[in-house]
């Protein structure tokens, strides 16, 4: 039944990811992938199904899977990948502010619930529905969490890298809306590297040139898999490679070893790893996730240290595979205005957050509004000082 004419909806929160069949949370997460790949690889049930499996998320975490289920004539319409969190880590929207306010003011701040993909900055859809129920659907799985919620006395809900219309759907609601960014690639529809080098100024033109020169010449080669050619001592190179940037980075890796193996087993079609290999060993590599249109660069890290070899493996080979592709873009993960001379614009990042407590919510409403106004700035000022020709 469409939109607007549903009776009534049941919303529960389920026990995990593995109380849902496949094919059930799949029919509002992904529908199109009946034609092709999904637009988000993260919110499939395979990719979340490999964090729980592999015990990256769990109680034990501070990631405790819950996820939200709608149901209506007989069948599930819509869902959210929901987590009770008792910490603020692998969110990369940050509130940690919020969480010492709360509680130097006498309050509790934690568990929350949050509607997110675990260690995942991308942005995609939140509140998922079965096609016909977009808005029916979302509104359950927003009143619904609300209320869960404010019944368990949980202090606050938050859906983070959520879409805009997402976002613009629960400030309606009454929800708070946040407004942060990060760095994207766009394909100007280039037939080739040589094509989106021609829209940069000459000086970040001769330096991107350098960099690729440089890096390529580290003494060995650098090799690009996606699907069967992936092997098992690929993976445990690259593990080797992701523990040594989790404990510089955040003090410990977010995601097991056994992770990396389900996604081999479920996922390696959605999967780009490039390899930097030299003596017959790699060396460094980035592990990239595909969707339909997008390529999602999502970890790096290397026992070797090579100039420029970062940037060729993690954002020049990135932008080559998408253009081969024809992908739209490339999203780079959080943070790094590194990102911005390599061709790499900030653009807004939007999430939802929903507070108990009214005088706390009142002040960061307050702190949201000022917030959104500078991070405006800052794009604007950022973009000026990307490497694109002006007027290209």
Known sequence: MPDGNAKEVEVSLLPGFAAIAADEWDACACPEAATGRPFDPFTTHRFLMALERSGSVGPQTGWDPRPLAVRAEGRTVAVAPLFVKSHSQGEYIFDHAWADALERAGGRYYPKFQIAVPFTPATGRRFLTAPGWETTGRAALIEGAVQIASEAKISSLHATFCTKEEAAAAEAMGLLHRVTQQYHWENRGYGDFADFLANLSSRKRKTIRKERQVAQAFGGTIRRLTGDDIRAEHWDAFWTFYQDTGRRKWGRPYLTRAFFDEVHATMRDDVLLILAERDGRPVA??????????????????????????????????????????????????????????????????????????????????????ERDAIGQEIEVLTGYGPFRKGS
């Open 285 to 370: 590599g980035a592990l990239n996730f595909i969707g339909r249109d997008t390529l999602y660069g999502r970890y790096w890290g290397a026992v070797e240290d090579h100039p420029c070899l970062h940037f060729e493996c993690c954002y020049y080979q990135a932008i080559d595979f998408a253009i081969e592709g024809d992908m739209t873009r490339v999203e780079a993960g959080a943070q790094g205005e590194h990102k911005l001379a390599r061709g790499y614009l900030p653009e807004q990042v939007h999430s939802v957050h929903w507070i108990a407590e009214p005088a706390f919510r009142a002040a960061v409403a307050r702190y949201l509004w000022s």
